[in-house]
């Protein structure tokens, strides 16, 4: 099975994890931060041994992680969860009924629509992707976790897993320019509110785009937003 552990910016580190069964890299976050451990999304259930054989080699333990964020519901977002204890669990109450029942106590701290989440991190609901699904942005390190709003699902790597993404952007881009003029595309997959979700993105000075799947995106991302939004 194919994994990194790959430094974005200082204190922040991405783990991604190639899944065959999707034939895509899920990816994670850390954030290390004042003696705390964000887990930002966990991967599969699955897969969670990849994930803590990866933080062990660098010397941390599942034990070590304080807090995780969900950047939504999926179980490729909030599989691991279950194996973190005495943990600080965060998501959106728009998605915790997407949770599994016995993984719900986990998560008892619920995501703002805008306003900070007490992790160094600021949170504003996008809602698109799922009805909780949220961006995040470390301001320090001009970091945006974006979840699925914007990843590259299916995709090798085409460079390092932090890259400036020339080929991911340019498949990006054509995938939304195809389904900015199929109106019956528009309205199936709620165009407009993609559309919304990228207008809160671009309110953040981002050095490093963090997505769900895929390449994480470094340089000029504020301008391939707005390229995104071009086609509004």
């Known amino acids: 099975m194919k994994t990194y552990l790959e430094q974005?910016?200082?204190?922040?580190y991405a783990f991604l994890v190639w899944d065959q069964s999707w034939n895509s890299y899920n990816n994670c976050y850390l954030l290390l931060e004042h003696n705390n451990i964000t887990l930002i999304d966990s991967?599969?259930?699955?897969?969670?041994?990849?994930?803590?054989?990866?933080?062990k080699k660098k010397g941390i333990s599942k034990s070590d992680i304080t807090h995780f964020i969900a950047t939504h519901g999926h179980k490729d977002h909030i599989g691991a969860i279950q194996y973190l204890s005495d943990i600080e669990g965060y998501i959106h109450n728009q998605d915790i009924e997407l949770i599994p029942e016995n993984s719900r106590n986990k998560l008892k701290r619920k995501l703002p629509d805008n306003g900070p989440t007490g992790n160094d991190l600021e949170c504003v609901l996008l809602g698109h992707h799922t009805?909780?699904?949220?961006?995040?942005?470390?301001?320090?390190?001009k970091v945006l976790f974006c979840g699925d709003h914007?990843?590259?699902?299916?995709?090798?790597?085409?460079?390092?897993?932090?890259d400036t993404g020339v080929e991911e952007r340019?498949?990006?881009?054509?995938?939304?320019?195809?389904?900015?003029?199929?109106?019956?595309?528009?309205?199936?997959h709620n165009f407009k509110l993609f559309m919304e979700g990228l207008k809160k993105i671009a309110n953040y000075d981002v050095e490093y785009l963090c997505t769900g799947h895929g390449?994480?995106?470094?340089g000029i991302v504020?301008?391939?937003?707005?390229d995104l939004l071009e086609f509004e």
């Not at 599969?44 to 990849?50: I, L, M, P, R, W």
């Not at 390449?215 to 470094?218: E, F, P």
């Open 131 to 141: 009805k909780g699904s949220v961006l995040l942005y470390h301001r320090g390190s």
């Open 8 to 12: 974005v910016a200082k204190n922040v």
């Open 43 to 55: 991967g599969k259930e699955e897969h969670s041994h990849f994930l803590f054989s990866a933080l």
């Open 170 to 188: 340019g498949k990006y881009k054509q995938f939304v320019s195809e389904w900015s003029q199929n109106e019956e595309m528009r309205e199936q």
């Open 222 to 226: 504020n301008e391939f937003i707005s």
């Open 215 to 218: 390449a994480v995106l470094k």
């Open 150 to 162: 914007i990843c590259f699902f299916g995709e090798q790597l085409s460079g390092d897993v932090v």
